[in-house]
């Protein structure tokens, strides 16, 4: 089953051939929540301080108001290239290079979508980046990832959903990927 994928105000969006997430994270990390502040400081919605992140297959078959899809990235040579809607600033979709164009990523409650959103979170990550240890003595059930260290790492890349997301499969496509979607849509901006 597809699903949708929309900003706030409905302007742009697009729908993907799989609704089905892949992989569920919690992410303390200083770039999300920057991205998310910058949105909110442009009229978008107020970030968490750990936010969610879903994945889903890097399929769009359709998308719609292009004229509205904005891409913009933290700095130069950044690893995510986010796309956003020009008029409510919500974050529709970014692309990682560790996504290696298998999947791509949305913020649950950070745009609007038909997909599934019963997936279990798999982990949370970079909470050394979070300096909120109430919030982390509050997780339970899922493993936590501090930094990234070397054991961290190894824990991580040993979860199901993440090496079935992060892994580059070629599953046949019926539409585009976001990546390519971005090159399509705008210059992107490097907010520095």
Sequence with gaps: MGAIITCHCGACGFTIANGQPTLSLLCGCTDCRKALEWCAKKGGLEPVSLPELIYVESDIVHAFGFEFMRAFQLRHKARSTRVYCKECFAIIGVDHKSYRNNVFMFFKNHCVTTCDLSIKRSAAIYLNDLK????????????????????????????????????????????KTLKSLIKSISKIEILN
């Design 132 to 175: 909120d240890a109430n919030k982390i003595n509050k997780l339970k059930n899922i493993p936590l990832i501090l930094s990234f260290t070397e054991k961290e790492t190894q824990l991580f890349r040993s979860i199901t959903a993440v090496s079935n997301s992060f892994s580059e499969i070629i599953r046949p496509r019926h539409g």
